[in-house]
């Protein structure tokens, strides 16, 4: 959303409507901490800067890992095997919240999914 706002899409007005709140995973958080200190996401910034300042910027709320979560992924379908992508399924339907995603192959779940 922040470092290639061109893989929006048309997803750019649903996520830019004050009328839609957005949750942002903890799971989102650690993803970017590893692809960064791999190499694989540049920033301006460390990861434990960069993300807690973004979230503030854009108002978005952070929801944090709770058990359930985790323990809900054992409940999914071997659709798709990363295990951020599985935990991410796993909170949006424990908070009954689409999931905003490229990857299409989350239509595989029961989750609904927003795409660009």
């Given at each position: 959303?922040?470092?290639d706002?061109?893989?929006l899409?048309s997803?750019?007005?649903?996520l830019?409507?004050e009328a839609n709140a ?7 958080s650690?993803?970017?901490a590893i692809?960064h200190a791999?190499g694989?996401?540049?920033?301006p910034?460390p990861p434990a800067?960069?993300v807690?300042s ?6 978005v709320?952070p929801?944090?890992?709770e ?12 659709h798709?095997h ?6 991410l399924?796993?909170?949006a339907?424990?908070y009954d ?6 990857d299409?192959?989350l ?5 609904r999914?927003l795409t660009?």
């Amino acid at each position: 959303m922040l470092t290639d706002p061109s893989r929006l899409g048309s997803l750019r007005p649903w996520l830019e409507d004050e009328a839609n709140a957005l949750l942002f995973s903890a799971a989102s958080s650690w993803e970017i901490a590893i692809k960064h200190a791999l190499g694989r996401l540049p920033l301006p910034e460390p990861p434990a800067s960069f993300v807690p300042s973004r979230i503030r910027a854009t108002g978005v709320t952070p929801i944090a890992i709770e058990h359930t979560h985790a323990l809900g992924v054992a409940s999914l379908p071997r659709h798709h095997h990363d295990p951020f992508d599985r935990l991410l399924v796993a909170q949006a339907l424990a908070y009954d919240v689409p999931l905003a995603t490229a990857d299409a192959a989350l239509k595989t779940y029961d989750v609904r999914i927003l795409t660009p």
